[in-house]
């Protein structure tokens, strides 16, 4: 397993996470199996994206579709800046039993 690591700043959260939203399904077609949004506590405009996919080449090639949604206006408008998206290899994950977290 493969993460596409997203760091992006936005000054409203809400306008790129409807944006976010919209592309669930283009998401889905490109080979995404999961992904996480994070936010900077001590920066709320830093918001990180990590994109979950099965093989390393999907998710080097999704890096391309970053750009060209970057390049976009609508994209402009909701975002200040990204930082270049790294591609990590996924070694371990666990998640516990929700009623571990209470």
């Known amino acids: 397993m493969f993460a596409l690591h997203v760091a992006t700043v936005t000054d409203d959260y809400g306008r790129w996470h ?26 709320p405009t830093k918001v990180y994206v990590d994109l979950d996919f099965c093989a390393k080449e999907q998710a080097e090639h999704f890096i391309g579709v970053l750009q060209n949604i970057w390049d976009s206006n609508r994209s402009r408008c909701v975002a200040r800046g990204h930082d270049r998206p790294q591609v990590r290899e996924i070694l371990d994950v666990h998640q516990y039993a929700s009623s571990q977290h209470r």
């Open 18 to 43: 409807d944006a976010f939203a919209q592309a669930e399904g283009f998401r889905a077609g490109a080979g995404v199996t999961a992904y996480r949004v994070t936010r900077n506590l001590d920066d």
